[in-house]
C-alpha cells in the first residue's frame, strides 16, 4: 500500500514538472514568436538621417513585427563597399538588406552575395522606374537591386550674381572659365568652379562628366575598350588642372569630397559647384546663404559636344545569408512604394526613382526643378557596369589624383591608368 502512495507521490510529481516544463516551453515559443524580427542594414552616415527621422517609424508602424536597425557607415562610397565586401568575405554577413550604390551591382551579384530578385517583380512594376536606375540594378540578366532614389550629376550656379553682371549662364567649358574670372574680377565671390578633386569615387564621377564633355570615354563596357590614354582624356585633364592652375577654382578642390564642396557653395565662396541633387534641398534652407539665389543646369562640354551626366543613385538588395528574405522583399516593397518615396523625397530632398514622382504636383510644388532634373537623369550614363568595376575605379582614382596634385605628368599617369586597367579586363576575361 505504502509502495503504490510512494509511486502515486512521484507520478504526482512528474507530472507537475512534465506540465511545468511544457509551460515555460510554450511561454518561451509564444514571446519568440512574437518577437519582431530585426533587419540590419548598413549606409552612410547621410543617408541614414532622413531614413531614421521618418521612413524607419513609417514602416516599423505598419509592419509590427519588422524592425530596421539602421547601422551608420562612412560618408564615402567605396569606403562602405569595403564594409560590406568585408562582411561578405567573412562568410554569414550580419546585414540582410544591402543598400547599393549603382556601380556595385555587377560585383555583389558576380559574387554571389546577392539575392536573384528578377521572379519577385513583375516588368509591368519595373516599368515606373527610370530604366537607367533598373539597368543599374541587373546583372548578366538578372535583377538584383531595386531603385530606391536616383542620382546625377549637375551644375549649380549663383542665378543672382550672373543676372546681377547681365552674364549668361555657360554652356562651354570656355564659358564657365569665362564667367567664373568675370565674376571674380568683378569682386562678386572670391572662387568661380568647385568639383570633387579628392582621391575617392566621388573624384571619378565627376571626371567622367567632364571626360564624356570632351568625347572622351573611360572603358567601353561591350568591348571592354579603354580610353584612358586618348587626347580627349589629357584635355579633361587639362580643363581641371587648368580651373586651380587660373584661379577659378580653390587648391583645395583636390582634398575635397561631395560635403565640403557643398559647404563652399553653400557659404557663398564660389559661383558655380559641380553636385548631385542632395544639395539643394540644404542650400535652399532657412539658415543658408545662397537661400534662394541658385539655379541649375545640365554640365558644359566643349564645343560641338553634349554635357555628361554621371548616373548614380541607390537601391536595396537582399543578402543571399540573410535568415528573413521575405521581411525584406516587405521592407524593400514598402521603401520603394509610391506613398513611401513621396514621403521620403518631400522630407530628404533626394531624387525619386520612379519616373511618376518626378512631376508629382507635390513634389513639383516644393522642388520646382524635378522635371527638369528628370531629363537629365534619362540622358545619365552609368559607369562601367562591369564585374571588376571596384578595381578599375581605384587604378583611375590614383592615377588621375596624381595628374591632378602634379605627382606625375597627365601623359604619364594616364598611360599607366590605361595599361593597369587593360591588363585587369584582360585577366577577368580569361
Ligand atoms: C553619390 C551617388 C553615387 C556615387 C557617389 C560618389 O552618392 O549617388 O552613385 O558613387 O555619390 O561620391
Known sequence: MQNILRRLGYLRRFLFFLTLSLGVILFSWIVTAQQPVTLNLLMTAPDAQPWQQGMVKDFEAENPGIRLNIIEGPNATNLLEDLYTSAFLLGDSPYDLVNM????????AAAGWLRDLTDQIS????????????????????LYRIPIRSDVGMLYYREDLLKEAGLEPPETFQDL???????????KVNWGYVWQGRQYEGLVAMFVEVLEGFGGFWVNPDTLEVGLDRPETLQAIAFLKDTVQEGVSPPGVTTYQEEETRRFFQSGQSAFLRSWPYVWPLANEETSQIKGKIAIKPMVHAPNQTGGACLGGWGLGISKTSKHPKEAWKAIQYF???EAQRRFILSAGYVPS??????????????????QILEVVQQAVLRPPIAQYAQVSDILQRYLSAALTNRMTPETAMKSAANETRQLLVQGKS
Open 101 to 108: 550604390d549603382v556601380i556595385w551591382t555587377p560585383k555583389f
Open 123 to 142: 516588368q509591368e512594376e519595373l516599368a515606373a522606374f527610370t530604366p537607367q536606375d533598373v539597368e543599374g540594378g541587373r546583372y548578366e540578366g538578372r
Open 177 to 187: 572659365m569665362r564667367v567664373s574670372k568675370a565674376l571674380q574680377q568683378q569682386g
Open 336 to 338: 520603394t512604394s509610391i
Open 354 to 371: 520612379r519616373r511618376e514622382l518626378f512631376t508629382d504636383p507635390e513634389i513639383v510644388a516644393k522642388y520646382a526643378h524635378y522635371p
